[in-house]
């Protein structure tokens, strides 16, 4: 018997009625003669009320508070087990929820964006052998000591694919809201198109440059265990897009894949800084120190032998980040600490740019013609980013998905 591990994301289980459809689906595949293991998301934006709801009380993050956030988020998806796995019942299929520590999601406790190093599968195997429909909670795990923990927003596609993995699911699908992975979000850019599939490199650029339709670490995964992902639309019929790798995908390449972007960023600039050995990991360490992630960096040298250093963090790290450089600045004696956070960034991708120069510049050609301004680039071997004001997003992301011929034929 082959084994399926299916995903619903929020919008997917926003109601009961939605709920009701996603049993008809597991209905379904159970009638193919396919096992089912589902994870489910909190029910429609539940996870964001419950960040209000943190928001409203107020108080500074520290390790303490992102237990108790984590306490908090895992919620969500506990309401949705419970409601699948009943709505299964109705209708006559044997099913079970678990939560993360029923399984045993092992994770690190790194609260808040915790990571799965371990997944114990009994629980889960009894439940298949039993001839049941086992029902996890995605986005929640485990620490060794117990204590509840969260794997980031978007977190439950990474619970599908690790289980997929550990369970060596014939394949993983990620069923979402719209009908696979297209070349850029298609609720910004109307002429993105829906692809057939991509590689595992380029998907895992995608999703962590800013492309929410995939949780980063869940394509990681898939990767590493050679999990055959598939992202597909609960709303209608389609294929969708398989995600593997590059032996398995057929299609001849695009120089560009896919444009993703994101608004989560934020930049911060030490101006003046004596340029000598350890400014950078003076600047840097105590930024690690406070667990931020430091993304881009640049740092320019004038003739007068000084240095402005500018790096970006994700935006709800911007505030702390700013007090923490405040500090260093005056111990180094910078002259003046600075931040911005009406910034994007945005980034073309793509394999086919290991084999075609000139890809930068008709990137950058194209933002010029916006007359948008670049302010920081950062490239590798199959993805240029660029940042810019905020408020150029939509433009710079339609002009350059027209001029890669990304848009849908008409
Ligand atoms: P779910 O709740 O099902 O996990 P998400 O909101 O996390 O859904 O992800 C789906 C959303 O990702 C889409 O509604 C779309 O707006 C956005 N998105 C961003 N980039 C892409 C892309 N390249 N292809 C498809 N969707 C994308
Ligand atoms: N409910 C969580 C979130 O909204 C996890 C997920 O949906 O993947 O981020
Ligand atoms: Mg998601």
New binding site residues.
């Given amino acids: 018997m082959s084994l399926y591990v299916q995903k619903?994301?929020?919008?997917?289980v926003a109601t009961t009625q939605h709920i009701a459809n996603v049993a008809r689906r597991i209905e379904r595949t159970r009638a193919e003669g396919h096992d089912v293991v589902v994870v489910v998301?909190a029910m429609g934006k539940e996870t964001d009320r419950l960040m209000g709801l943190f928001g409203e009380v107020n108080v500074p993050t520290s390790p303490d508070v992102r237990r108790e956030m984590d306490v908090l988020l895992s919620t969500g998806e506990q309401v949705t087990i419970s409601l699948l796995a009943m709505t299964l019942m109705k209708i006559g299929i044997p099913s079970q929820s678990f939560l993360g520590n029923q399984v045993q999601i092992l994770t690190d406790d790194q609260h808040t964006k915790a990571r799965i190093e371990a997944i114990d599968t009994s629980a889960i195997q009894e439940g298949l052998a039993a001839g049941k429909v086992v029902v996890v909670a995605g986005f929640q795990g485990v620490t060794q000591d117990g204590e509840i923990t969260t794997l980031g927003r978007?977190g439950?596609?990474t619970t599908a694919v690790a289980l997929a993995a550990v369970l060596k699911a014939d394949e993983c699908q990620i069923?979402?809201?719209?009908e696979?992975?297209?070349?850029?979000?298609?609720?910004v850019v109307e002429g993105?198109r829906c692809l057939k599939e991509i590689t595992f490199e380029e998907m895992l650029e995608?999703a962590s440059l800013g492309?929410?339709?995939l949780h980063a670490r869940a394509v990681e995964f898939a990767s590493k265990y050679q999990v055959p992902l598939r992202v597909l639309s609960s709303f209608d019929e389609s294929d969708g897009t398989l995600i593997a790798g590059e032996d398995k995908t057929s299609m001849e390449q695009p120089v560009i894949s896919?444009i993703?972007f994101t608004r989560d960023e934020a930049k911060l600039t030490v101006r003046g800084v004596r340029d000598v050995p350890g400014i950078a990991s003076t600047i840097l360490v105590p930024i690690s120190n406070a667990s931020i992630e430091v993304d881009m960096i640049v740092q320019n040298v004038s003739a007068d032998h000084s240095t402005d250093f500018t790096f970006t963090v994700a935006r709800g790290d911007f505030e702390e980040a700013l007090s923490i450089l405040e500090e260093v600045a005056s111990e180094i004696g910078a002259n003046e600490v600075s931040g911005d956070n009406k910034i994007a960034k945005l980034s073309i991708v793509g394999v086919g740019m290991r084999s075609h120069a000139g890809v930068a510049s008709k990137m950058f050609q194209v933002l010029a013609d916006e007359s948008i301004n670049i302010q920081m680039i950062s490239t590798s071997e199959i993805k240029i980013s660029v940042v810019f004001e905020e408020k150029y997003l939509e433009l710079a992301a339609r002009a350059l998905h027209a001029a890669f011929e990304l848009n849908e034929a008409v």
Avoid: I
């Fill in positions: 619903y994301g929020g919008t997917s998301s978007g439950s596609d069923y979402t809201d719209v696979g992975v297209f070349t850029t979000d298609p609720r993105a995608l492309s929410r339709v896919g993703a």
